[in-house]
């Protein structure tokens, strides 16, 4: 694929889903490193590798399995794809957002979006679940943004409006979702880094200075092309490890992996709580 694609392209794998697939989906969801098991729980699920629709990127990163699974869970039809891509594997950025634009052309409204994130608040502990209330689109300020190119007019606006990326009454429902939990969810800022290389403690101090509480390496392209096509937006991060502000631990994938093992069950938790009050 070019660094920009076209309308056709997103239509051909649209067409391909629909093909294969007798509901409507509703809710679409894209599940962060190591929180892909929350697929498991799709009754009637209807599996589709990646590398099965047309000019779909191809996950290559260890817990990323790389699928749609399609059917419906808590009485909702959902699309929810079972890890994604990543800037730093080589991907435009146009490509991030693609399967996000075929969401759009499939009709889904909403999109719940999650990530593997490293706390930058210091306040956070591996384990905890952040509603993200705001995000700093760094790359896009450099000129990375999904939205580069020709405008798809029937889609969204030139311009479009970030003001609230993240829907307000989709966090209430998410704030609602742990009232009677034994624990939290916390709230904040997440920032996309183009990775793979994790911060170094100075990145992390200058992130911590402008107000971020959570880092990682996804979300915000996903998110901007959504809301560029008035998709509903609710973002949450899992918290898998502390930033390394002061240089003295090491952060490895594997960490990221491990404490997802430990988030899931909140994870789950929140969304299904969500999708049954929709």
Known sequence: MSEFIELNQIDEAAQVVRGRIDIQPRIGMILGSGLGSLAE???GAVIIPYSEVPYWPVSTVEGHQGRLVIGTLEGQNVLI???????YEGYSMAEIGFPVRVMQRLGIEILIVTNAAGGIN???EPG?????????????????SPL???NFDSIGPRFPDMGRAYDRELGDLARQAVSDQDFKIKEGVYVCLAGPSFETPADLRFLQAVGVDAVGMSTVPEVTVARHG???????STISNKANIDGNTLTSHEEVLEAGK?????LTN???????RL
Request: no cysteine; hydrophobic share 50%.
């Open 230 to 236: 008035g998709m509903r937006v609710l973002g949450l």
């Open 81 to 87: 794809m079972q890890g994604r891509s990543h800037f």
């Open 41 to 43: 729980a799709v009754s």
């Open 270 to 276: 929140i969304i299904k709580y969500v999708l049954q």
């Open 128 to 144: 905890d679940v952040m509603l993200i209330n705001d995000h700093l689109n760094l790359l896009g300020m450099a000129g990375e």
């Open 262 to 266: 430990i988030v899931v069950p909140r």
């Open 148 to 150: 580069r190119g020709p």
């Open 122 to 124: 210091q306040l956070f």
